[in-house]
């Protein structure tokens, strides 16, 4: 089912591609065998999205970032956010969908959700590219997932929440980490743990020595973890968020430019308009437009 969102982009409630009563609390398909795959369109969804593409070629957007498409990849797309991909030849693999409340009885505490950051928007990339022979190793546990629903016996869930769980605890171990090169587990600790204050407070919070002390650290220590880490400082990620959800606002609502720039709390409209064109390349009027026309 399909919930349009203002203007153009569809939001899909549930997923029911297997047809089954369950599905919108967690389904499985093979890519080849759904014709509505891939979507080529802008479009968001309200549960957690993993392709699994055993063979596929093209490109995926998502949060107006574009990722190649090739064989041997896993995407993880968050509830809430902007995708569309498209493949140049008929792609082949799963698609899992699952709402937050199966996530959630996995992962009971909100720290535990953080582990895995390709499921979260604090996340450093959304897309794992495999090698054959890692891809190859992992495909069992979702063909014994794919059985499991397909049986439709008693106590699957709980049976394809384990395999769920194994199958992204291993995606985690061949997630590459960023400690090498000064990238400290302390320094990515308090990466990690600023970059989830920010999706938390960045229309609350002011300046940055209000994510230091609500962190314990000084504002010289965040920053010079970020620049460690990411190559950035505390106000540039701040900012990028802010301009992420400029373009989530103006792409996918009716409200002006100036309602969006007051949301965002910049309370003067033409510093808004030049800090989004700082960013971005475009003022928020021709960025609306070229979102409007790619949904055409």
Same mark, same amino acid.
């Given at each position: 089912?399909?919930?349009?969102?203002?203007?153009?982009?569809? =939001?899909?409630?549930?997923?029911?591609?297997?047809?089954?009563?369950? *599905? !919108?609390?967690?389904?499985?398909?093979?890519?080849?065998?759904?014709p509505?795959?891939?979507?080529?369109?802008?479009?968001?969804?309200?549960?957690?999205?993993? %392709?699994?593409?055993?063979?596929?070629?093209? /490109?995926?957007?998502?949060?107006?970032?574009?990722?190649?498409?090739?064989?041997? /990849? =896993?995407?993880?797309?968050?509830?809430?956010?902007?995708?569309a991909?498209?493949?140049? =030849?008929?792609?082949?693999?799963? =698609?899992?969908?699952?709402?937050?409340e #199966?996530?959630?009885?996995?992962? $009971?505490? !909100?720290?535990?959700?953080?582990?895995?950051p390709?499921?979260?928007?604090?996340?450093?990339?959304?897309?794992?590219?495999?090698?054959?022979?890692?891809?190859?190793?992992?495909?069992?546990?979702?063909?014994?997932?794919?059985?499991?629903?397909?049986?439709?016996?008693?106590?699957?869930?709980?049976?394809?929440?384990?395999?769920?769980?194994?199958?992204?605890?291993?995606?985690?171990r061949?997630?590459?980490?960023r400690?090498?090169?000064?990238?400290? $587990?302390?320094?990515?600790?308090? /990466?990690?743990?600023?970059?989830?204050?920010?999706?938390?407070?960045?229309?609350?919070?002011?300046p940055?020595?209000?994510?230091?002390?609500?962190?314990?650290?000084?504002?010289?220590?965040?920053?010079?973890?970020?620049?460690?880490t990411?190559?950035?400082?505390?106000?540039?990620?701040?900012?990028?968020?802010?301009? %992420?959800? *400029?373009?989530?606002?103006?792409?996918? /609502?009716?409200?002006?430019?100036?309602?969006?720039?007051?949301?965002?709390?910049?309370?003067? #409209? *033409?510093?808004?308009?030049?800090?989004?064109?700082?960013?971005?390349?475009?003022?928020p009027?021709?960025?609306?437009?070229?979102?409007?026309?790619?949904?055409?």
């Open positions: 089912m399909t919930v349009p969102m203002a203007p153009d982009f569809p =939001v899909f409630d549930r997923s029911d591609f297997s047809g089954e009563a369950t *599905a !919108s609390y967690f389904d499985l398909v093979r890519l080849q065998d759904n509505e795959i891939p979507r080529a369109f802008p479009h968001r969804h309200n549960y957690y999205h993993l %392709l699994w593409m055993t063979e596929a070629a093209g /490109t995926h957007m998502l949060d107006f970032e574009s990722f190649p498409v090739r064989s041997n /990849t =896993v995407f993880f797309v968050s509830p809430g956010q902007l995708h991909w498209n493949s140049t =030849v008929r792609p082949k693999g799963y =698609v899992i969908n699952f709402s937050t #199966f996530f959630v009885q996995m992962f $009971p505490r !909100s720290d535990d959700i953080a582990q895995f390709f499921f979260h928007i604090a996340r450093d990339t959304p897309v794992l590219y495999m090698d054959q022979a890692q891809h190859d190793q992992l495909l069992p546990l979702l063909v014994e997932m794919e059985n499991e629903v397909l049986s439709r016996g008693d106590g699957r869930l709980d049976i394809v929440r384990s395999y769920l769980l194994v199958l992204l605890t291993r995606l985690r061949l997630y590459p980490e400690h090498a090169d000064g990238m400290s $587990p302390q320094n990515y600790s308090l /990466t990690k743990r600023y970059k989830l204050l920010i999706e938390q407070h960045y229309l609350d919070f002011g940055v020595r209000d994510y230091a002390e609500k962190l314990h650290v000084t504002e010289r220590q965040l920053n010079d973890a970020l620049k460690r990411l190559g950035k400082t505390a106000g540039q990620l701040v900012q990028e968020r802010m301009v %992420l959800e *400029a373009k989530r606002l103006l792409s996918n /609502t009716d409200l002006s430019v100036a309602e969006i720039a007051y949301q965002l709390n910049f309370e003067d #409209f *033409a510093y808004f308009c030049r800090f989004f064109k700082k960013h971005t390349q475009f003022t009027g021709e960025f609306k437009k070229r979102m409007s026309d790619a949904t055409k």
